[in-house]
């Protein structure tokens, strides 16, 4: 029933790596937080739980939860694009290992080929493609956060820096009016 996949040696240390260097950043992060003490790591941790525990609705709460908390407005912007970045940069560089997953990575693999069969043909879909993730990752809809569009973009069988860059800036532009919408009381 089940096939067993021979992964050579060689894949399994680049991929180890890739997973270390898609969370060394988070992992330097959270040690110069901590080194900061309780007046920043206590509101980071608010902030940073509601983003990924309120399904759905983190993203537009955290921002709220991170103001309450006394965050000042632009290190709440920084805070939220990073979460959204790495979030990004984790699924889109590490996208390879669900394709090894037996019975889910066959399923990514064909999706991934049909996208690439259609982009080939139609080069327009690409540019297409780029700019659909930059506004679904802005838009406020359910399902449209960073990771989910990274996997999307990964699917289409699209570049992973550019399917990240893309998440980056949209996440620049999404946060910042949050922010700024929820601090002026413009909401």
Do not use: C
């Not at 040696?9 to 969370?23: G, K």
């Not at 709220?64 to 407005?73: E, T």
């Not at 990274?150 to 998440?167: D, F, H």
């Amino acid at each position: 029933m089940f096939e067993y996949i021979q992964i050579p040696e060689r894949e399994i240390v680049r991929d180890v790596s890739y997973l270390f260097l898609t969370i060394s950043p988070a992992l330097a992060a959270a040690f110069l937080i901590i080194l900061l003490g309780p007046s920043v790591y206590l509101p980071v941790s608010a902030v940073l739980l509601n983003y990924y525990f309120a399904v759905g609705v983190g993203w537009v709460t955290s921002p709220l939860v991170g103001l309450a908390a006394g965050m000042k407005p632009w290190l709440l912007v920084i805070l939220l694009v990073f979460i959204a970045v790495q979030s990004s940069f984790f699924v889109t560089v590490n996208y390879d290992l669900l394709e090894k997953i037996p019975l889910l990575g066959r399923l990514f693999l064909r999706t991934r080929k049909k996208a690439e069969r259609v982009i080939d043909k139609h080069e327009l879909a690409k540019d297409i493609s780029y700019i659909g993730i930059f506004w679904l990752m802005f838009l406020p809809v359910f399902g449209t956060g960073p990771m989910v569009m990274s996997l999307v973009g990964r699917i289409l069988a699209l570049q992973w820096w550019k399917v990240w860059l893309t998440i980056s800036l949209s996440a620049v532009v999404r946060y910042s009016l949050v922010v700024i919408v929820v601090y002026y009381g413009l909401f």
